[in-house]
């Protein structure tokens, strides 16, 4: 069975400053995909990022970006130019399956913003 | 507001009851997923429809069920409930049931045995 371990319940980071969020996964497929989602205090899943397992080439967003490393299984959220606004529980998750995409999540990060 | 409407977002009911979740996707999606989020299981799939047919099964339990009608709306029946199925209840929805397609979550109902 797939499983996705986020290693750090809890970070903080400084306004303006860059902070990365760990991941790891473990699966025996090749061909998956891999998500980032943020839920703020309001409670709703937003996708932040999203990696294809085929893609060498990291995924980007705005101030978003991940570092994929296939062989290691490790998927990692770099958030630059921190803001009050990315203060959030985020969620890995992992998503595969032939002609069913469930998700496969961490137990999440708590990131909190310090002014 | 991903457009995936979910109903009620507050239910307190007792153990022993029955209850029923409702979603709607977004226009056009034709797959809906439903997951759990609790405060020891984490975030967790429950089950999948495409079109009408269930698609996956994940952790769902027995006493739980879902379907999803003709006009894609989908809702989940929890019975004989427990203090323990006190949670958030996503629906999710996408276009189809590929990876590449993005999944829109809803903003979840809280239910709460007591």
């Known amino acids: 069975a797939q499983t996705v371990t986020q290693s750090q319940p809890e970070m903080s980071v400084q306004e303006a400053e860059t902070v990365t969020l760990s991941c790891t996964y473990d699966?025996?497929?090749?061909?998956?995909?891999l998500f980032w989602y943020k839920q703020p205090p309001s409670r709703q899943m937003i996708l932040v990022i999203r990696?294809?397992?085929?893609k060498q080439q990291n995924a980007t967003e705005n101030r978003f970006s991940v570092n994929f490393q296939k062989a290691a299984k490790s998927f990692s959220l770099k958030i630059s130019d921190s803001q009050l606004g990315d203060a959030a529980m985020y969620f890995c998750?992992?998503?595969w399956g032939a002609g069913s995409y469930q998700l496969t999540f961490g137990k999440g990060t708590k990131l909190s913003v310090i002014p | 507001d991903s457009g995936v409407t979910q109903t009620p977002k507050h239910l307190i009911t007792a153990t022993g009851q029955r209850v029923t979740l409702r979603c709607s996707p977004r226009?056009?999606?034709?797959?809906v997923y439903w997951y759990q989020q609790s405060l020891d299981q984490g975030l967790q799939f429950l089950i999948q429809?495409?079109?009408?047919?269930?698609?996956a099964k994940g952790n769902i339990l027995e006493r739980f069920s879902a379907q999803q009608f003709p006009d894609l709306h989908s809702e989940l029946n929890l019975s004989s409930l427990e203090l323990g199925d006190s949670a958030l209840y996503f629906c999710?929805?996408?276009?189809?049931?590929?990876?590449?397609?993005?999944?829109?979550f809803g903003p979840g109902t809280r239910l709460t045995v007591l």
């Open positions: 999710a929805s996408s276009l189809g049931a590929a990876g590449y397609n993005e999944q829109f």
């Open positions: 226009s056009g999606d034709l797959s």
């Open positions: 429809y495409y079109n009408g047919e269930e698609r």
């Open positions: 699966t025996s497929e090749s061909d998956y995909y």
């Open positions: 990696q294809e397992a085929y």
């Open positions: 998750a992992y998503g």
